[in-house]
């Protein structure tokens, strides 16, 4: 997080936030993952009342990075002035060029990120509904069929995968490992769902990275109070 010049107020009042909040109720079905989550309508009901209660608002700020991609910023404002936001922006991934796909990024980016810094879980855990799936085709009588030819991974998503891997400081090794773990010579090669859990992975690490850089600025924060 990154603090205002004067922080006595607002610092203290969000650690009283991160003490107090609490897990929200799971509103919402996922059909893809077979699992509920928290939308972002009731992330807000859940959190802002305990937001206002500690004299702070919250702005979900859209934005774009260097490579002209679509971002989504945190900012918590005190009564007094002072606030605190995100130290960096979280890239959104739009899966179609659409108002409809830029809208739903933006949502899904908005909960995301809200969730992670306030240390809250959203969605459950699908580790139990993918195991259980798992088994369940194992022991399905094994019929002949004809299987489709895999759908090859998009032009945005290569360049997604680029883009991230740049942002991570890859190497060509990293690179290398990449594809070494992937099964295949070269990026281009990549099946449409390779790239997808490509892509996860490379995001996961990114807001790790964001998640240590916040540490790291909070404990410096507190060092100079």
């Known amino acids: 997080m990154k603090w205002s010049d004067e922080n006595d107020k607002v610092f203290p009042a969000f650690f009283a936030v991160l003490g107090e909040v609490t897990n929200p109720k799971k ?8 699992s509920k989550y928290t939308t972002l309508e009731a992330l807000h009901a859940h959190v802002k009342p305990i937001l206002k209660k500690h004299k702070l608002e919250l702005s979900q700020e859209p934005g774009s ?19 605190g936001e995100q130290s960096t922006p979280y890239p959104l ?7 409809q ?22 969605e459950e855990d699908d580790d139990g509904n993918a195991a259980e ?7 399905t009588t094994n019929i002949p069929r004809k299987v489709p030819d895999p759908k090859p991974a998009s032009k945005k998503q290569l360049g ?8 991570l400081g890859f190497t060509e090794e990293d690179k290398d490992e990449l594809k070494r773990e992937a099964g295949v010579a ?3 090669d990549l099946t449409s769902a390779q790239a997808h859990k490509i892509i996860d ?6 807001e790790k990275l964001v998640t240590a850089e916040k540490v790291a600025e909070e404990f410096e924060g507190s060092e100079v109070m």
């Open 27 to 34: 509103n919402a079905d996922n059909p893809f993952y077979h």
């Open 65 to 83: 990075d260097l490579n002209g991609r679509p971002t989504v910023r945190n900012i918590f404002y005190h009564e007094s002035g002072q606030s």
């Open 93 to 99: 991934i739009l899966e179609k060029e659409t108002p």
């Open 101 to 122: 796909g830029g809208g739903s990024s933006f949502t899904y980016g908005c909960r995301y990120t809200l969730t992670g810094i306030l240390g809250i879980v959203s």
């Open 133 to 139: 799936s798992k088994k369940q085709s194992t022991t």
């Open 160 to 167: 997604f995968i680029h883009s991230l891997a740049a942002d």
């Open 186 to 188: 070269s990026t281009k």
């Open 201 to 206: 992975d490379l995001k996961t690490r990114v």
